[in-house]
């Protein structure tokens, strides 16, 4: 679209917009996290949850990028800034920095932390875990007992709580017990993302869930001796929860990742176990079920159809690049004329196999030398293994173009 100049009064404008607002007039899914907003969407990789939002401010935890209400346009929706601008402001909507709106705000996020009420007894509870979910009823019983799990009076709801290194509650997440129409998730207002529901053993080993549900089928797969552990589940993919942990339980150093084996959670395994690696926790594993997630291969089990597991296309297809890259021994005066060549008749494809022919000459001499091959298949595995496709902000559509591409 052509230039639209616009005044800093109205960028600003644009800028400070309540993004839950504005995103809920689009038609878009918003959940309750807390004091912020999950953005629900769906695309073809899968439905994802990683983006929260907060005002006019927006974070997506599984690429870790974020700002405010004009850059959350180009980034989702794949706006330019005038289209960006122009869209925010067409909505008409107050601005944050206004009183009134930034007084509403205010008492929204602030709102005190209470734990739904309980209902008299767990039947609801019991009966939708143990038939529906197939989960053992001593683990069950067990959380029961430390009053981190239990059911609502209102809704008949599944309660899993989060408590702090005092066990005083801080954080619950409700999840329906209905076996009709979409599954009820959410988490309870005021709740501090900083804790989770989880058990704490005596061990070093801690074992990561994105959900309660994942976390007590693991259990129920696993009994022998699981209270020597720790687990804890994330109720998404965001490690607030995780690193809290890791604080107040310094004993814990080994860390499995169990995240769902699709598209988002493999991109949260690796993604953690980078943040993990920064807060200095080098024993991390990842551990993926074999179907979908916990639950579903507990399903299997129990001789029930289970979701399989959702493969991770562009990164699949990227180890397939990787791995199918050929050794070009080519002389360092040649390499310029080479790469020329290779943009004068549009052959792409071997630039990554010229540049790491290239790089070889900046190894040492003497692997330079004599061992020219095994550092080529060095790099190889190193690009294959280092490779995490979360930090890779290409659209779908364009990494399938690229696939069209290499294989044409």
């Known amino acids: 679209m052509p230039y639209i100049p616009f005044t800093e009064e109205e960028k600003q404008l644009a800028n400070t917009v309540d993004l839950a607002e504005f995103l809920r007039q689009r038609g878009e899914k918003l ?10 969407y769906t695309d073809s990789t899968g439905s994802h949850d990683s983006i929260t939002i907060s005002g006019s401010t927006w974070f997506d935890h599984k690429n870790q990028v974020g700002g405010g209400a004009i850059k959350f346009m180009q980034y989702h929706y794949g706006m330019d800034f005038p289209s960006s601008v122009q869209e925010l402001l067409g909505q008409r909507f107050t601005p944050l920095s206004s009183a009134p709106q930034k007084a509403a705000v205010h008492e929204q996020t602030n709102k005190e932390f209470t734990l739904p009420k309980a209902n008299e007894n767990m039947h609801r509870v019991f009966a939708y875990l143990i038939k529906q979910r197939y989960i053992d009823s001593d683990i069950i019983t067990h959380f029961a007992h430390a009053h981190t799990l239990y059911e609502d009076k209102e809704h008949h709801n599944a309660v899993f709580v989060g408590v702090d290194e005092k066990g005083v509650p801080r954080q619950a997440h409700k999840r329906g017990t209905s076996t009709y129409g979409k599954s009820f998730r959410q988490t309870v207002e005021g709740s501090d993302t900083k804790y989770s529901f989880a058990h704490f053993g005596k ?49 814990l150093s080994e860390i499995v990742l169990c995240t769902d084996n699709d598209v988002g959670g493999i991109d949260a395994a690796d993604r953690l176990k980078d943040v993990l690696l920064d807060n200095g926790y080098s024993d991390v594993t990842r551990l993926a079920p074999v179907y979908k997630d916990w639950n579903e291969v507990l399903k299997a089990q129990r001789g029930v159809e289970a979701q399989p597991a959702a493969p991770h296309r562009q990164k699949d297809e990227y180890h397939h690049q990787a791995e199918n890259l050929e050794y070009l021994k080519c002389r360092p005066d040649k390499l310029s004329s080479q790469i020329y060549a290779t943009f004068k008749n549009g052959q792409y494809i071997y630039l990554a196999e010229y540049a790491l022919a290239g790089s070889v000459f900046f190894l040492p001499k003497t692997q330079r030398l004599c061992d020219e091959h095994k550092a080529f298949l060095r790099f190889q595995s190193k690009l294959t293994a280092d490779y995490k496709a979360y930090t890779d902000k290409a659209k779908t559509a364009q990494f399938e173009r690229i696939c069209k591409c290499s294989n044409a």
């Open 203 to 251: 061990s070093n080993r801690l074992y990561v869930f994105e959900a309660p549900i994942d976390m007590l089928s693991f259990l129920t797969l696993h009994p022998e001796n699981w209270q020597n552990h720790s687990y804890i589940a994330m109720n998404g993919v965001y490690e607030n929860a995780v690193l809290t942990a890791l604080k107040n339980h310094s004993d």
């Open 31 to 40: 959940e309750r996290a807390g004091r912020e907003y999950k953005l629900i």
